[in-house]
C-alpha cells in the first residue's frame, strides 16, 4: 500500500484515493493526483481585481458586499482578509475574516492591501 499524502486542505491524515483523485473526509476536500505531485512548484498566478499578483499570506480587502452561501451574513466592502491562502478552483482564496471565521473568495472580488 502506499503512503497517501495529507490533506492540503485542513492537513488530514484521513484521506484515501478515488480513482484518479484523493479524497479527504474531514473537509470534503478532493484533488487530483496529478496536480499533488506538480503543487511544490506550480507556477500558477492569481491575481485581484486591478491585476496586482496575490500570493500566499497577503493581506486583501473585499471590493464589494459578497453574501455567504447558506447564511445571513454578508462580507461588506472594504472587510479585510488576512494571511490567505491561495487554492485551486472556482473560489480561488482561502481566507479568515474576523467575526466571520474560515471562507472563500473569488479573486476578482477582492484588492490586495
Ligand atoms: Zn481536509
Same mark, same amino acid.
Given at each position: 500500500m502506499s503512503t497517501l499524502p495529507n +490533506?492540503?486542505? +485542513?492537513?488530514?491524515?484521513y484521506t484515501y484515493e478515488d480513482g484518479t483523485m484523493y479524497v479527504c473526509p474531514e473537509c470534503a476536500h478532493e484533488w487530483g493526483k496529478d496536480a499533488a505531485a506538480e503543487s511544490?512548484?506550480?507556477?500558477r498566478v492569481v491575481r485581484d481585481a486591478y491585476g496586482n499578483v496575490l500570493n500566499d499570506g497577503d493581506t486583501v480587502t473585499v471590493i464589494k458586499d459578497l453574501k455567504i452561501k447558506g447564511s445571513s451574513a454578508v462580507v461588506k466592502v472594504g472587510t479585510k482578509a488576512r494571511n490567505i491562502r491561495l487554492v485551486e478552483g472556482d473560489h480561488d482564496i482561502d481566507c479568515k475574516i474576523d467575526g466571520i471565521g474560515a471562507m472563500q473568495l473569488k479573486s476578482e472580488f477582492v484588492k490586495k492591501a
Open positions: +490533506c492540503p486542505k +485542513c492537513s488530514s491524515e511544490a512548484d506550480n507556477n
